[in-house]
């Protein structure tokens, strides 16, 4: 049975960091893309970083870009955001999404929450 399940969100205060984790299981983890995606109330949800199998291809949305960083360890199957900061404008659900072909696999979300 596949299964992210994300964890490290919470509240926290503008300039303040977090690091989200995304525990992976039941299938063949270091041959997916990892992603980490975002909604905000009222809004699209939207790409905030990629990581590719190998961490040889990292991607980041303009907005995170030397802000955040997304990391993996295939040992581990667990995928990590590193928030650093932190904006009111980056509160949103963030999302734990794998990736390969057609196959495609989510998260159920962390509340990340930026408030003085």
């Known amino acids: 049975q596949v299964q992210l399940v994300e964890s490290g969100g919470g509240l926290v205060q503008p300039g303040g960091s977090l690091r989200l984790s995304c525990a992976a299981s039941?299938?063949?983890?270091?041959?997916?893309?990892m992603r980490w995606y975002r909604q905000a109330p009222g809004k699209e949800r939207e790409l905030v970083a990629a990581?590719?199998?190998?961490?040889?291809?990292?991607n980041y949305a303009d907005s995170v870009k030397g802000r955040f960083t997304i990391s993996r360890d295939n040992a581990k199957t667990t995928a990590f955001l590193q928030m650093n900061s932190l904006k009111p404008e980056d509160t949103a659900v963030y999302y734990c999404?794998?990736?390969?072909?057609?196959?495609?696999?989510w998260g159920q979300g962390t509340q990340v929450t930026v408030s003085s």
């Open positions: 990581i590719s199998g190998t961490s040889d291809s990292i």
């Open positions: 999404n794998a990736c390969k072909m057609w196959l495609d696999y």
């Open positions: 039941g299938f063949s983890f270091s041959t997916y893309v």
